[in-house]
């Protein structure tokens, strides 16, 4: 949070693996959040560090594992440079001319963008959580000389992609869909449901550290899957009466656009 409120870009470099809190963090720090602490040298006095930066995660594994990070990320998968064609600090000289150029046809594209935003905002159809983001790039497509449609299709397909690789690594939500395979719909305690999903599993599978040990542990994990399943056609819901139970149900038909309550929510 600190290099947040120092660095209008946040660059993450060679990374391996990103663990739970460091994802919440980023998800965090991307569509905005804060951190409280005590001001240094003070019983009671509060710091607060505020700050909403974008930034770029570097590395050669999947490293997104989370659906809410994966809706706040921009995917891509860069070619590597055959070794006649690399080059050394002549390309960063070349780079110095050339950046007063770029900077400004970036602005170009900005300020033509800004002024296509309202025409974004009543014709883009795809309703993402990161929803401003796609109403600049949509915008943009005229400025950029871009096939109309074109940044919408692409950036649908990227997060379809995506979700579709979290989705086959999460083992939660593997077996749910195994679960639901020849259902339509199911309802039971998070005990019940766990056992149940426990029972078809591998051992291998069911004593891994991925795979939850509680009726709790489960729903926390169904809780964090439940948007890529969503997108699968399986709908769950949680009913927080006397005896709490989950109810999944099964769609014929599935959606990747986020529906108005969604959109509110997020």
Do not use: H
């Not at 400025?143 to 109309?148: L, T």
């Not at 291998?204 to 991925?210: C, D, E, K, T, V």
């Amino acid at each position: 949070m600190i290099s947040a409120t120092n660095n209008w870009l946040l660059v993450f470099d060679n990374i391996s693996t990103i663990p739970q809190w460091l994802s919440d963090a980023l998800c965090r720090i991307t569509t905005g959040g804060g951190f409280a602490t005590r001001a240094l040298y003070s019983d009671s006095e509060e710091k607060v560090f505020d700050a909403m930066r974008p930034m770029i995660l570097n590395g050669i594994d999947e490293i997104i594992r989370k659906a809410d990070l994966g809706d706040r990320a921009l995917v891509l998968v860069l070619s590597p440079i055959p070794k006649e064609n690399r080059r050394g600090n002549e390309l960063l000289a070349e780079f110095e001319k050339a950046k007063a150029r770029i900077l400004g046809r970036l602005f170009d594209v900005l300020s033509q963008a800004l002024l296509e935003l309202p025409r974004a905002t009543t014709e883009l159809r795809y309703q993402c959580r990161m929803i401003e983001f796609a109403r600049l790039g949509f915008a943009a497509e005229k400025p950029m000389g871009w096939e109309p449609g074109s940044f919408e299709a692409s950036y649908r397909k990227t997060q379809e992609s995506l979700r579709g690789e979290l989705l086959e690594s999460d083992c939660i939500a593997v077996a749910v869909k195994q679960f639901m395979k020849d259902r339509s719909e199911w309802s039971g305690t998070a005990t019940d449901m766990l056992a149940q999903l426990t029972e078809g599993q591998p051992e291998n599978i069911a004593n891994s550290r991925g795979w939850p040990k509680n009726a709790r542990g489960l729903s926390s994990s169904l809780k964090r899957i439940a948007p890529l399943l969503r997108d699968e056609g399986i709908q769950l819901d949680w009913n927080r009466g006397r005896r709490r139970t989950i109810t999944i149900v099964k769609s014929t038909e599935s959606s990747v656009d986020c529906d108005e309550d969604t959109v509110k929510e997020q």
